[in-house]
């Protein structure tokens, strides 16, 4: 093979346009991917382009999707390892090419050994400004949020990174829609108030206010994933939270007993199947709660409680939540929108969302913003 000798090496310091998507610390040597649909993006003119990843994992190795003009064109694993992998070659070398290296994966709380970074680039091109979108969004949620189940087939099962995407899903959709900039906080599982299973840890809103507190071990600790972050640094015109499904799972399974104090926790139903009162009023007050935290930390942001891809149940509470806060805070830009519910004809993997229920809800959901942000 004939190597192409005009090649370059650049630390990411030294990439003059490099726009780096999703929540960091900051830090570019190197740059730690933490969150789903997080990303690097570049305008290149050359015909060559690599990239310098080094990814780590005890169970869950990270994926990433490379998008050129917009488009997925390759999905990969990463093994684990320091590599470069090329991203084109062959392209003219005059044209400007517009390039997104997204990581594919939610954050792996489940293994503390997981991380994905970009230590460098490497081309024979030159590096061009990249045009900034009008408008910031940020979408919180669950797996829905994180992409499980969008890629694969209706009869996969396993728990495994294959399974979940970043660009077959409602988040990327909705934001290319309204030519915006995105971010994704999300995790398989939590809710707003516990996870699908009554451990209350499994709450996105306890972390919300760290890098990605959700990750655990010392490899992520060294990395920054529990340093505060600076909400100044990306201030999103619209917060999405689709939150809720896991609170209602959590209703139907079975009690969770902490290992550490031996403490049980269960969102109880009362005889007839419905809801226990003081269970779903704690759910409600946690949606409060989180509503007042977000506000904090986005004081002009739109909030829209977005629910309802994997049934509706929760709906009232939310409704009644969302009431509360308005009425005891008079803040006019909170508002809900029910998404469309998944169908036999729309669902994925893992009897999860499939791409197409994704598509079905980021027109409603664009649609709805787009009345918002004008």
């Known amino acids: 093979m004939k190597t192409n000798e005009q090649l370059q090496v650049y630390s990411l310091p ?13 830090q570019l040597l190197p740059l730690t991917l933490f969150w789903t ?3 690097v993006e570049l305008n290149v003119q050359g015909s060559e382009l690599w990239v310098e990843v080094e990814s780590q994992y005890d ?18 694993m990463l093994m684990a390892g320091r590599y470069w992998v090329c991203v084109f070659r062959g392209m003219n070398a005059d044209v400007v090419k517009n390039v997104r290296i997204v990581k594919d994966v939610q954050a792996m709380s489940g293994d503390p050994g997981c991380a994905l970074q970009i230590h460098a680039l490497k081309s024979d091109g030159a590096f061009l400004p990249v045009q900034e979108k009008p408008y910031k969004i940020e979408f919180i949620g669950d797996s829905i949020t994180s992409g499980e189940g969008a890629i694969g087939a209706k009869a996969e099962e396993d728990w495994i990174p294959m399974w979940f995407s970043a660009i077959h899903n409602y988040t990327f959709m909705t934001a290319e829609a309204l030519n915006a900039e995105y971010r994704v906080i999300s995790q398989s599982g939590w809710g707003v108030l516990t996870s699908w299973d009554n451990n209350p840890k499994g709450n996105i809103p306890e972390y919300y206010e760290q890098v990605c507190g959700l990750l655990t071990g010392e490899r992520n600790e060294a990395l920054g994933a529990g340093d505060q972050h600076y909400f100044g640094s990306w201030r999103p015109d619209v917060v999405v939270v689709n939150l809720g499904s896991n609170d209602g799972g959590a209703f139907q399974s079975p009690e969770w007993k902490d290992p550490d104090t031996g403490k049980v926790y269960k969102q109880r139903l009362n005889e007839d199947g419905t809801y ?3 269970d779903l009023a704690a759910f409600e007050k946690a949606v409060e709660r989180f509503l007042f935290k977000l506000r904090k930390n986005n004081p002009d942001a739109q909030l829209v409680w977005a629910y309802g891809m994997l049934g509706f149940p929760m709906m009232p509470a939310i409704y009644r939540a969302v009431d509360a806060y308005t009425k005891g805070t008079g803040d006019r830009k909170v508002s809900i929108i029910q998404l469309p519910d998944t169908t036999e004809e729309t669902v994925g993997a893992r009897t999860h969302p499939g791409e197409l229920s994704h598509r079905r809800t980021a027109e409603v959901l664009a649609e709805y913003v787009r009345g918002m942000i004008g």
Not at 59 to 76: A, D, H, K, T
């Open 14 to 26: 030294e990439v003059e346009h490099l726009k780096v998507h999703g929540r960091t610390t900051g």
């Open 37 to 39: 649909g997080s990303a």
């Open 59 to 76: 169970m869950y190795e990270s994926w990433i999707s490379i998008l050129i003009n917009g488009v997925p064109v390759s999905r990969q």
């Open 276 to 278: 226990h009162e003081e």
